[in-house]
């Protein structure tokens, strides 16, 4: 729950901008402001990194995402293309890879102009690279990844902006086959259960070790909740996925990586046709993402030694710290293996 929430004058033209603003009010939100403009005021001029983060991360903004905003973008490994509901996230994650991929203070910004978004969807069906068209992946259809700059199910109280994008992805009529995709850290499904999906979402649950979790994970739902939540999803004939990250080689972290997979294998036993897939990501840092988050969380112990890494160079010349060859290579080795015996029924989508 946000103690701000700061809705710009443009976002009041659209109907969803004034449900969300209806529903904030509803909830109790200790302040609100309808700006005179649409220009967000500053979060906290001449405060430090830290108390402007604070300030941030309790402010909800409602906004209208630009036609700049609503351009989709390829997002590999994950999906064909990614599209924007809104960015940000409420949750105080120490590893969090938007610290380097947003810029200025994380307010949450959700899009009033929710419809204009969604309509932008339809030119990109049969057109994308990661899973149309492709031998191992091309019976999802088009993919569009929902939760790539936020966690929607976290904010969606408030918004309700998941749901009915579940339903339009569900019941519009499509050039082609097409999966909504999200990830969430969240466990409070009950608006999604009982939408008209149509099978066309897969919702990931973001699972850790508990050390790695319980530690690093702030302002989440706990573990237990998560696993809860996807099971009640896939009873509810939704598509549904793992996605670990960010693995981690902490101590004891076979066992602890083993007890979770143990655990997902127990909650989702005797679901009904299951559909079940794997996303494994490994923890990475850059450069400008570790300055931030030690500003953000300065005593953390998140290990972002660049000398204990190997220096991995991508798109645009950036650089990434991964963790070196050797291991990498235990990891994959342990994690392919073991959710091959413990989850038989799932699918590996990638390895990252």
Not at 89 to 107: D, E, F, K, T, V
Not at 176 to 186: I, M, N, Y
Not at 261 to 279: I, K, N, Q, S, Y
């Amino acid at each position: 729950m946000p103690r701000r929430v700061l809705v710009t004058r443009s976002a009041l033209q659209f109907e969803h901008g004034r449900r969300i603003l209806e529903r904030c009010e509803a909830a109790g939100v200790p302040e609100i402001e309808v700006l005179r403009g649409d220009r967000l005021p500053p979060t906290a001029p001449g405060a430090d990194a830290r108390q402007s983060y604070v300030l941030a991360k309790n402010t909800l903004a409602v906004t209208v995402a630009p036609p700049s905003a609503r351009t989709l973008q390829p997002i590999p490994p994950s999906a064909d293309w990614r599209f924007d509901i809104a960015q940000g996230c409420p949750a105080h994650c120490q590893y969090c890879y938007l610290a380097g991929s947003l810029g200025g203070p994380p307010i949450t910004r959700v899009y009033a102009n929710l419809d204009e978004i969604l309509a932008g969807l339809d030119a990109h069906v049969g057109n994308g690279q990661v899973t149309t068209g492709t031998t191992g992946r091309g019976g999802e259809g088009t993919t569009f990844e929902a939760s790539c700059y936020t966690d929607p199910l976290g904010i969606e109280h408030l918004t309700g902006s998941l749901a009915q994008t579940i339903a339009h992805i569900g019941g519009h009529d499509w050039a082609g086959p097409v999966q909504l995709r999200f990830t969430t850290k969240f466990d409070d499904v009950r608006p999604l259960v009982g939408l008209p999906h149509a099978g066309r979402t897969r919702v990931r649950m973001s699972v850790n070790a508990g050390a790695v979790a319980e530690r690093f994970e702030g302002g989440t739902a706990r573990m237990p909740g998560r696993i809860a939540a996807l099971r009640a999803l896939a009873l509810d004939g939704y598509p549904v996925g793992l996605t670990i990250a960010p693995i981690m080689p902490v101590e004891d972290w076979r066992a602890g990586y083993g007890a979770l997979l143990d655990d997902v294998r127990a909650a989702l036993d005797g679901v009904p046709g299951l559909d079940l897939t794997v996303e494994m990501i490994t923890h990475r840092f850059t450069a400008k993402s570790k300055d931030v988050l030690l500003g953000w969380y300065p005593r953390t112990r998140v290990e972002m030694d660049e000398d204990l890494r190997r220096a991995k160079r991508g798109r645009f010349a950036t650089v990434k710290y991964v963790y070196p060859a050797p291991v990498m290579s235990e990891l994959r080795s342990w994690f392919e293996e073991e959710v091959a015996r413990r989850l038989p029924l799932a699918r590996v989508l990638y390895w990252t």
